[in-house]
C-alpha cells in the first residue's frame, strides 16, 4: 500500500503574540515589524509512504498550479519507480494506493494511470478521520505547544 500525501511548507516561523509583547517606556517608540509576502514563502510537499516511512519526496516548483495533470506527472515520474524498486514479496497481490478526499485525486486523469497500471484506489470515507493520509506523523509541536509546525 502507497499513501500519497501533500503538505505546505513554511520557509519562516510566524512571529508568536505572545514573543512580540515588550515593555516600552512612555518616551519610546515601538519597533517596526517586517512584513513579508506570504505566497513567496510557501511550498507544497508531495510525498509517498509505504510501510517503511517515506518512501521518496517532490516539493512543486514555484508557480505551479497543482492539479490533476500536476498529480499525474508526479504519478509517472516519483511514485512508478518507487513501487519498481519495492521487493516483489510486499507487492504481489496487488498495489493500492490512498489519496486524501480531494476532488482532483478523482480526477479522470488520476483514475486512467490508476487502471493503465492495474492499481487499486483505496476510497475513503467522509467520515473516517482515521483513514486520511497521515501527515500528523511529520509534524512536531512549536514553543507554544501547538502541534503545527513542520519537522
Given at each position: 500500500?502507497?499513501?500519497?500525501?501533500?503538505?505546505?511548507?513554511?520557509?519562516?516561523?510566524?512571529?508568536?503574540?505572545?514573543?512580540?509583547v515588550l515593555w516600552l517606556g512612555s518616551d519610546e517608540t515601538r519597533p517596526a515589524?517586517?512584513?513579508?509576502?506570504?505566497?513567496?514563502?510557501?511550498?507544497?510537499?508531495?510525498?509517498?509512504?509505504?510501510?517503511?516511512?517515506?518512501?521518496?519526496?517532490?516539493?512543486?516548483?514555484?508557480?505551479?498550479?497543482?492539479?490533476?495533470?500536476?498529480?499525474?506527472?508526479?504519478?509517472?515520474?516519483?511514485?512508478?519507480?518507487?513501487?519498481?524498486?519495492?521487493?516483489?514479496?510486499?507487492?504481489?497481490?496487488?498495489?493500492?494506493?490512498?489519496?486524501?478526499?480531494?476532488?482532483?485525486?478523482?480526477?479522470?486523469?488520476?483514475?486512467?494511470?490508476?487502471?493503465?497500471?492495474?492499481?487499486?484506489?483505496?476510497?475513503?470515507?467522509?467520515?473516517?478521520?482515521?483513514?486520511?493520509?497521515a501527515d500528523f506523523f511529520l509534524r512536531r509541536r512549536d514553543s507554544s505547544g501547538?502541534?503545527?509546525?513542520?519537522?
Open positions: 500500500m502507497f499513501i500519497r500525501d501533500e503538505t505546505w511548507i513554511s520557509s519562516h516561523k510566524p512571529k508568536l503574540e505572545k514573543c512580540s515589524k517586517v512584513y513579508r509576502k506570504q505566497s513567496a514563502l510557501k511550498v507544497m510537499n508531495i510525498m509517498f509512504l509505504d510501510n517503511q516511512g517515506i518512501s521518496s519526496s517532490r516539493a512543486a516548483p514555484p508557480g505551479t498550479t497543482v492539479n490533476a495533470n500536476y498529480y499525474n506527472i508526479v504519478t509517472e515520474d516519483i511514485l512508478r519507480p518507487c513501487i519498481w524498486q519495492t521487493p516483489t514479496e510486499h507487492i504481489d497481490e496487488g498495489v493500492i494506493i490512498h489519496y486524501g478526499k480531494a476532488s482532483v485525486h478523482k480526477a479522470r486523469v488520476m483514475r486512467d494511470i490508476l487502471y493503465l497500471y492495474g492499481w487499486e484506489l483505496l476510497d475513503s470515507p467522509l467520515q473516517w478521520r482515521h483513514l486520511t493520509p501547538n502541534k503545527d509546525r513542520f519537522k
